[in-house]
Structures are given as structure tokens and as C-alpha cells.
Nanobody
Framework: QVQLMESGGGLVQPGGSLRLSCAAS????????MGWYRRAPGRERELIAT?????????TDSDFVKDRFIVSRDDAKNTLYLQLNSLKPDDTAVYYC?????????WGQGTQVTVSS
């Protein structure tokens, strides 16, 4: 059973930054892909980006990601990161990590990000 553990969320002022982490219980090379998603209150879950086995990062075309969110992966630590910059109140959401192995899909418990002054 694969476990994903997100961390790094919290309360931040508009314009601030956070770095979220997703620690996997298995080597990232076991996963066909990993990804970051978010769910804001009253809204559907949104894709932020996916990372392939080889490390290629594909960001969603949605405007909310452009030039503000950066995904990276530390293979030695089996950890996926999401750097959130220039945060806005609309970025308030629970941020989730996802991993896929063949037809199986795994989710972390999520980490809350609240952007407020």
C-alpha cells in the first residue's frame, strides 16, 4: 500500500509563498506519474501539474498556475514539491498529492493552504 503525506500548508498573507511537500512511502520510480491537485471550497478538484516517471513536468493550461506555481521532485527523498508564489485569496484550498501505478491511484490526505490578510 502506497502512502503519500503532504505537508507545508498553512496561513499566508496575499503575495506570500509556501512550499508544499509530498513524501511517498515508496520510490518515485515505482509510479507511472505523480501530480498535484487542489480543491477550493465549493469547487471541483483542479489539476495543477503532473510529473512522469522520467521526471517531465506537465502543468495545466489554467491561468492560475502560470508563472506562480513550480513543481519539482527529489528522487533521493521520494518527495514531490509544489512551490506556491504570489499567493492570492483565490488560492485558498486543500492541496493534494496523487500517484499512479498502472490502474491504481493513490491520494494523500491533503494540506490546507489559506491565503488571507
Amino acid at each position: 500500500q502506497v502512502q503519500l503525506m503532504e505537508s507545508g500548508g498553512g496561513l499566508v498573507q496575499p503575495g506570500g509563498s509556501l512550499r508544499l511537500s509530498c513524501a511517498a512511502s515508496a520510490s518515485v520510480f515505482n509510479f507511472n506519474s505523480m501530480g498535484w491537485y487542489r480543491r477550493a471550497p465549493g469547487r471541483e478538484r483542479e489539476l495543477i501539474a503532473t510529473v512522469t516517471l522520467s521526471g517531465l513536468i506537465h502543468y495545466t493550461d489554467s491561468d492560475f498556475v502560470k508563472d506562480r506555481f513550480i513543481v519539482s521532485r527529489d528522487d533521493a527523498k521520494n518527495t514531490l514539491y509544489l512551490q506556491l508564489n504570489s499567493l492570492k485569496p483565490d488560492d485558498t484550498a486543500v492541496y493534494y498529492c496523487n500517484a499512479r501505478i498502472a490502474s491504481s491511484e493513490y491520494w494523500g490526505q491533503g494540506t490546507q493552504v489559506t491565503v488571507s490578510s
